[in-house]
């Protein structure tokens, strides 16, 4: 392995979002908490503060930018593990990339049905066993702007992501252990109206599965065969954490 | 290697210490800046704040915890790569582990030479080209507990590291990419006595090279043949992060 990465037959692409104040965040109806924006604030900067050295403290929401949502995020999961209890073998996992972008681009409220997946495996063979379930949707072109992010209008937010049966199906009936997206979060910008509330957070979490929001580059991985390293911050008691996310790719 | 990961032939060794308040942060002279321990704040917990979900936001320094120093960090390195912009490549990478434990439990100001690193290499092979330098040194035992693990007095902290000469000799005539420890940063505890200060930091953040600290577990690694991930946030502009750390052994 050590030899393929330096030779360059093994590719590492970085599917994770830059963290800056300008990282787009999730905005909830009004009447709940909001999560934080990311902050930096310097210590010292090679001056009196610090001759020789540079460093900042930052502030940030657990579900800010490129993310890892853990069990206990929401009410379903709400005795299953924290961020910090993952076991660390199960942050280590193949990756499914399937491609929906060229039906987010025609309606930004698509939603992939349990159809789509199983049509996918008919091509591409089964879903990983505990992997992940990446939806690939062109989302990440928009992540420069929270507007063009969230798109929002007088209805609420527009993006796409999993029916309310296809987020059953994923927990419940499939392999894999997460979905990952490129979104602002797991469910559709939708998601809050839909029945349950926010499905695939509902359902994933009551079955000890996890998220992963944000992602950056899924065009550079292959629809099969890539190796995800999924690396949140192990937060005790932790609903989640920004994580960096990197993909092993043989070339 | 998804088949290796799955059979349990490739282990998964969570190097990265749990995040809490209770982490330990470096304390400098009182005339600096000094970093912020960890914080987290609640935003909702199952409650009308949010009714199916549980959240915080979290103040960290960036380099608080099981943290990668970028060579920003330092001002011999001011023009160098800020954390966001290593590239990825360079965060998947072979580990070399040089066990001075016993030394550092009879001297806790234990310095390492560059004979110590030409014995090893003599059993053991040459360091790793693009690889990591790990020291282990036991430190991580004292981690529970912020007096235990900076272990100050009058004089100040006493915890093991390089001498300014094997700095040097690491940053400008080794292979490695850095320097993994498990005390609470790369340098000694004395490091600010030496000349030139910090020695660690001073030479790699120099030479383009990184730190992790505040590493566990490193017991768990053989001497070579590991391969380790370190995960920083990409913090834009940052001087470094908490990071996951994970190495893949093989059994
Ligand atoms: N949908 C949500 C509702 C409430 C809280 C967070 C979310 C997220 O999407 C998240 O985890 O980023
Ligand atoms: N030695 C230091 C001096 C000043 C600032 C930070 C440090 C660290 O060790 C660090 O990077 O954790």
């Given at each position: 392995m050590v030899s393929a990465l330096r030779a360059g037959s093994i590719e590492v692409v970085d599917l994770t979002s830059p963290l800056s104040s300008s990282t787009p965040v999730i905005q909830l109806p009004p009447e709940f908490g909001q999560t934080a924006i990311f902050e930096l604030e310097e210590i010292s900067r090679y001056d009196d503060r610090g001759p020789a050295w540079y460093w900042n403290n930052f502030r940030s929401g657990e579900h800010t930018g490129t993310h890892f949502d853990a069990p206990n995020h929401w009410v379903t999961g709400k005795d299953l593990a924290d961020v910090a209890s993952v076991p660390a073998q199960r942050l280590i996992a193949p990756a499914a990339v399937l491609d929906f972008t060229a039906e987010a681009a025609k309606d930004p409220d698509f939603l992939v049905e349990v159809d789509h997946i199983k049509i996918w495996e008919e091509h591409n063979g089964p879903l990983p066993d505990g992997g992940w379930l990446f939806l690939r949707t062109g989302w990440d072109a928009r992540s420069h702007s929270q507007e063009a992010f969230l798109n929002a209008d007088e209805s609420g937010p527009h993006t796409p992501g999993l029916s309310p049966e296809c987020a059953r199906w994923v927990a419940e009936e499939s392999p894999v252990i997460g979905l990952g997206v490129e979104t602002v979060g797991t469910d559709a910008g939708r998601g809050h109206s839909f029945d349950p509330a926010f499905p695939c957070h509902s359902y994933l979490m009551g079955s000890d599965k996890y998220g992963l929001t944000q992602l950056q580059n899924l065009a550079a991985l292959p629809a099969t065969g890539s190796v995800v390293v999924a690396g949140p911050l192990?937060?005790?008691?932790?609903?989640?954490s920004p994580a960096r996310v990197l993909a092993l790719v043989e070339r």
């Open positions: 192990p937060i005790v008691a932790g609903s989640g």
